[in-house]
């Protein structure tokens, strides 16, 4: 995974949180573990020939990752 993918990556979740409505937007802290839950789904997928392109033909990730996060912190 290079530089540019993880700032692809990033500017990707950062486009789906501004998506949510305001009562349902992710924190900054949200958005950051998001983003970093994606790019670890993304350098886990890599090993077995995926990418991010792939990723994208069946499902919203960025946004996904968000909602992940965001059930997490439901949780606690």
């Not at 990707?12 to 009562?23: D, N, Q, T, Y």
């Not at 890599?46 to 960025?62: I, K, R, Y």
Request: aromatic share 6%; net charge negative; hydrophobic share 50%.
């Amino acid at each position: 995974m290079t530089h540019n993918d993880l700032d692809d990556i990033a500017a990707r979740v950062a486009a789906a949180a501004r998506g949510f409505a305001s009562g349902y937007r992710p924190s900054a802290a949200q958005t950051a573990d998001a983003a970093s839950v994606l790019r670890d789904m993304v350098a886990a997928a890599e090993q077995h020939g995926l990418t991010l392109s792939d990723f994208d033909a069946v499902a919203d990730f960025p946004r996904i990752a968000i909602q992940l996060v965001q059930q997490r912190d439901a949780q606690i």
